[in-house]
């Protein structure tokens, strides 16, 4: 084993600050050839690492299919990680025994994209919001009525609402229901996976206040994954820009939307919509494709999309920089 690669497997020190600590994080997806024979691998996560504190909120961006979502859900161990570590309160998440695993659950959860298939249409939304409390034994059964009364009150929705089913209610109330479901067993972090990219913008104000307003009466903290950079400004304590499986700048979300630093970061904000028809936008347009996953570029993954390449961005990858006030850039224009 190389020297570099026993740098990587170093375990985390925690840190009570952080409520989740991720190390080197990969998933690689097999790509299958002729009977059964693995012919490739998809880099859907690359070498992610960063930390989250207590009672923040962490906002995810990048194009579709940069590995966001991927990300988020190896986090929950809703997929295996292929190497790396995530440390949940100073507990390895992928070394949880089945029992941990179990009591973890209620801890960690997730509110899907959408929110209409994301929810059963055989059961009413009483049962949906109360079945893992059931499950968990969170709270005594002469309680129970009363506790998802509560829970659904939070999230904007009604008492009278329980005895009826998914398709009765509109997308903003069905991804309050998510919402509800989520918060109900009492959880310490969510990832709110794109949780209002499926609604409209009024209705996505509404959801995103929602969120911060249960973030303060249930000091929950979020890993907020979403490819509107407004919506993650506006909710987000810190950022972190994903391209092609791998983080390229992180750091409080003041600093990367003042001054973004990887011409990748420039180029995606510059999209940012201004509400002024008569401000000129200064568009950067990145040329050629994303590309592929399964075969990324040497060197720096972004140098073929890149206007400031230079001849070692083809070559070598970049190492972190700390640009200061925790403001982290992967990209040879620092070195």
Known sequence: MSVE?????EPLVHN???????????????IKGTLGSTKGEVKAVDDVSFNIKRGTTMGLVGESGCGKSTTGRTILR?????????????????????????????????????????????????????????EHNLVPKDEYDAYITKIMNSCGLQEYHKDRYPHEFSGGQRQRICIARAIAVNPEFIVCDEPVSALDVSIQAQVINL????????????????????????ISDTVGVMYLGGLVETGATEDIFKNPLHPYTKALFSAIPIPDPDAKLDRIILEGSIPSPANPPAGCKFHTRCSECMEICKKQAPKVKDMGNGHMVRCHLYD
């Open 5 to 9: 690669k026993e740098k990587i497997q």
């Open 16 to 30: 009570d600050e952080n409520i989740l600590e991720v190390s080197h994080l990969k998933k690689y997806f097999p």
């Open 78 to 134: 809703l997929i295996e990680k292929t190497d790396g570590q995530v440390l949940f309160n100073g507990i390895d998440v992928n070394k949880a025994s089945k029992k941990e695993m179990r009591e973890l659950r209620t801890k960690m959860q997730i509110i899907f994209q959408d929110p209409y298939s994301s929810l059963s249409p055989r059961l009413p939304i009483g049962e949906i919001i109360g079945e893992a409390v059931k």
């Open 211 to 234: 969120l911060k307003d249960l973030q303060d009466e249930y000091n929950l903290t979020y890993l907020f994954i979403s490819h509107d950079l407004s919506v993650v400004e506006h």
